[in-house]
């Protein structure tokens, strides 16, 4: 009787341990045939959320595979219009801060070292403000949104052409405590 007791305890717990491992199985429709894992899922009813077992941070914001590790915008010459494919990656930032009350951003308006300091600092202002308005626009709240300018001051690439220009021509998004 203790033998069959045991058996049915070590079952139940085998069971148990072997749903909370269970992964779905998906089809990869790149390679005809393959399988791959998708992440597990945790909660009940319709809706489900994924763990953060596929992602390498837990934290979407770092994740290289979300859109929100995404967190520059380019601009053309002399020029502070967003253009239309960066609203896809404006959105989910908005969406983000949307839906995370907590999440505090500040847009930093950058431009290339053609200009005076004056007018640079000025357009790159503009350029944070356009990001911003766009976001806005798009759901996030204005409050929990600054902008600043550092005009040429904080070059991403140091060089003296149009490419290191066009790399320089940007607003970055940054989030508070990161």
């Given at each position: 009787m203790k033998h069959i007791a045991l058996?049915?305890?070590?079952?139940?717990?085998?069971?148990?341990c072997a749903k909370d491992q269970k992964e779905a199985k998906?089809?990869?429709?790149?390679?005809?045939?393959?399988?791959?894992t998708a992440p597990r899922t945790e909660g009940?009813?319709?809706?489900?959320?994924?763990?953060?077992e596929g992602n390498i941070t837990g934290n979407p914001l770092t994740?290289?595979?979300?859109?929100?590790?995404?967190r520059s915008v380019y601009f053309d010459?002399?020029?502070n219009e967003v253009k239309d494919e960066y609203r896809g990656l404006l959105q989910a930032h908005a969406r983000y801060?949307?839906?995370?009350?907590?999440?505090?951003?500040?847009?930093?308006?950058?431009?290339?070292?053609?200009?005076?300091?004056?007018?640079?600092?000025a357009l790159g202002q503009r350029r944070a403000e356009a990001v911003k308005r766009v976001m806005t626009v798009l759901g996030a709240d204005g409050n929990r949104i600054?902008?600043?300018?550092?005009?040429?001051?904080?070059p991403k690439s140091q060089g003296h052409d149009e490419a290191a220009w066009a790399e320089n021509r940007r607003a970055d998004i940054r989030y508070a405590g990161e």
């Amino acid at each position: 009787m203790k033998h069959i007791a045991l058996c049915t305890v070590l079952l139940l717990a085998l069971a148990g341990c072997a749903k909370d491992q269970k992964e779905a199985k998906v089809e990869d429709h790149s390679t005809p045939g393959t399988q791959q894992t998708a992440p597990r899922t945790e909660g009940t009813g319709s809706t489900t959320r994924p763990t953060n077992e596929g992602n390498i941070t837990g934290n979407p914001l770092t994740d290289p595979s979300s859109p929100l590790s995404k967190r520059s915008v380019y601009f053309d010459f002399d020029s502070n219009e967003v253009k239309d494919e960066y609203r896809g990656l404006l959105q989910a930032h908005a969406r983000y801060i949307a839906d995370h009350r907590d999440a505090r951003v500040r847009i930093e308006g950058n431009t290339d070292e053609r200009g005076s300091r004056e007018y640079n600092l000025a357009l790159g202002q503009r350029r944070a403000e356009a990001v911003k308005r766009v976001m806005t626009v798009l759901g996030a709240d204005g409050n929990r949104i600054e902008t600043i300018s550092y005009g040429e001051e904080k070059p991403k690439s140091q060089g003296h052409d149009e490419a290191a220009w066009a790399e320089n021509r940007r607003a970055d998004i940054r989030y508070a405590g990161e």
